[in-house]
């Protein structure tokens, strides 16, 4: 059975940094997009970053461009989203997912999350 779970979450003061981990088990299939999504209190889930199953192309939300990383161990089976000059609004859960390309890239598979604080 496919499990992801994230690590690396914690209290950081503005400006800090953190390295958030995804470690993806179980899965027959080990071609697949990899992403992070957010969740802040009260609000609905968006889309932090995400890399192609090659590891070829990436995606950020604007919000986050030009701080966060992301990148894959594909030997590892884990991605990782480096978080440099956190802010306050970035305070969030952050969930990593699966998406195959035989279910049409649709992220149908989740971790549990990790909580980010971002706080002096």
């Known amino acids: 059975q496919l499990q992801l779970v994230e690590s690396g979450g914690g209290l950081v003061q503005p400006g800090g940094s953190l390295r958030l981990s995804c470690a993806a088990s179980?899965?027959?299939?080990?071609?697949?997009?990899i992403g992070w999504f957010l969740q802040a209190p009260g609000k609905e889930r968006e889309g932090v970053s995400c890399i192609s199953a090659s590891g070829s192309s990436t995606n950020y939300a604007d919000s986050v461009k030009g701080r966060f990383t992301i990148s894959r161990d594909n030997a590892k089976n884990t991605v990782y989203l480096q978080m440099n000059s956190l802010k306050p609004e970035d305070t969030a859960v952050y969930y990593c997912?699966?998406?195959?390309?035989?279910?049409?890239?649709?992220?149908?598979?989740w971790g549990q999350g990790t909580q980010v604080t971002v706080s002096s």
């Open positions: 997912y699966i998406a195959f390309p035989f279910e049409n890239w649709v992220p149908n598979y």
């Open positions: 179980g899965s027959t299939w080990d071609y697949y997009a």
